[in-house]
């Protein structure tokens, strides 16, 4: 039992200390935040924050695998929620805007890994699960008959990566991404006609965002 009790102190510490480092790391980025700096967020001492991290290149690392294991558990409920693919993957990139723009933790790993060349350790590799989870998504939509004749899925997962990520490094730089929801509705209305079998992107998002809306009442 005390065993128990001092590893889930430990792990709540742990995530306590990457929290407040995150926001830092959000704010100022790697360069700017120091040890000193996130002991005086956390309230901490600068010996506890070592004795858990290490370093703050350990620190930063955590924080880049905190961003990366958010997102498996939220493709599942996308992969597993009895709906067309395209609907699927329409709500998975409404629910991944939102996790960049009010999950501090996401924010700053992507600012993070956004800086890696600063930062003395190797960070896990980005959009690759990504382009995976969207060519999967594309091809369940292949064989449902959604997906449009002559549109290849692997292409067009790149693209649509390529293009989703796009948008949050402008919408962060323009308006700190408080608006990404509607640039997303608008990417998806310029690129669904290519995608779909019969063009109706409109109804498409209008049945995405309603099944939203009922599901936060």
């Not at 599942?76 to 723009?101: C, T, W």
């Not at 600012?111 to 959009?127: C, G, H, M, Q």
């Not at 594309?138 to 796009?166: C, K, M, N, W």
Request: no cysteine; glycine share 6%.
């Amino acid at each position: 039992m005390q065993v128990q009790a001092k590893r889930v102190r430990a792990e709540t510490t742990r995530r306590f200390l990457l929290e407040a480092a995150a926001h830092l790391f959000d704010e100022r980025g790697y360069a700017g935040t120091s040890i000193s700096d996130i002991s005086a967020r956390s309230g901490r001492t600068s010996g506890a924050i070592y004795f858990h991290y290490a370093s703050k290149e350990n620190l930063a690392l955590a924080v880049v695998e905190a961003h990366f294991a958010a997102w498996p558990k939220l493709i599942d409920q996308y992969r597993s929620a009895g709906l067309p693919a395209l609907e699927r993957l329409i709500g998975l990139s409404f629910a991944v805007a939102r996790a960049f723009r009010d999950d501090v933790v996401i924010r700053a790993g992507s600012r993070l890994w956004a800086e890696r060349k600063s930062i003395d350790v190797t960070l896990p590799r980005p959009f690759v699960g990504w382009i995976e989870t969207v060519t999967e998504l594309l091809e369940e939509a292949h064989r449902e008959d959604e997906f449009a004749i002559g549109v290849t899925p692997e292409v067009a997962a790149q693209g649509l990566v390529s293009a989703f990520f796009g948008l949050h490094t402008v919408s962060d730089a323009l308006e700190g991404r408080r608006r990404i929801e509607d640039g997303l509705h608008d990417l998806w209305l310029l690129l669904l006609p290519a995608l779909q079998t019969d063009p109706d992107p409109a109804s498409l998002l209008a049945r995405v965002r309603e099944r939203e809306e009922d599901a936060a009442i």
